[in-house]
């Protein structure tokens, strides 16, 4: 039971990871100002879900906790492969928080899933109070995404008055 909770940590340890460095990425990516801030707010809060995870976390495999956030980011990652290069900047900002919305969605219903099948209850608290985090960073991502979307709408339509 322990080792299975151990390597339960691993994986969301990895996991956060990616989307960590997903962030990273994402944020050199993006153009406006207000977007690159709600990203570093996310690399920030996916800094101390490593962290919290870490400090429950046993294994040694993985290094400490300064060393794991400083690994580059896994060249196989489907996420940041997803992000591309050369995409048209307002293209790029718009697959960015796409893919952070499906992240942090999935996120959050792994942390509910894994939350109802733990019988320890302080893990358990760490998994809630993940979900609840990955929900809220839901709501960060998509409100960036509908304050971009009305800009671009806003956009056409000075276009069109000044046509
Ligand atoms: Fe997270
Ligand atoms: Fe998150």
């Known amino acids: 039971m322990k080792k299975q909770t151990q390597e339960i940590l691993k994986e969301c340890l990895l996991h956060e990871k990616e989307g960590l460095d997903f962030y990273r990425e994402a944020a050199s990516r993006v153009t406006r100002e207000r977007s690159r801030r709600a990203l570093e707010t996310l690399i920030a809060e996916e800094q101390g879900h490593i962290e ?30 997803a992000l591309e290069t050369g995409l048209d900047p307002e293209i790029a900002s718009r697959r960015v928080m796409e893919l ?7 996120n959050r219903d792994t942390y509910r899933s894994l939350a109802a099948a733990c ?9 809630e109070k993940l979900a609840r985090d990955e929900d809220r960073h839901y709501q ?3 409100s960036e995404y509908a304050h971009m979307m009305a800009m671009v709408h806003e956009t056409d339509i000075d276009t069109y008055v000044r046509e």
């Not at 993985?62 to 980011?73: C, E, H, K, Q, T």
């Not at 320890?120 to 608290?125: G, N």
């Open 100 to 106: 952070a919305m499906r992240l942090e969605e999935e």
């Open 119 to 127: 019988n320890d209850p302080e893990i358990r608290t760490v998994y």
């Open 140 to 142: 960060i991502v998509e």
């Open 52 to 81: 919290s995870l870490f400090s429950r976390y046993s294994g040694e495999e993985i290094g400490d906790v300064r060393s794991f956030l400083a690994l580059p980011p896994h060249i196989e990652s489907p996420l940041i492969k």
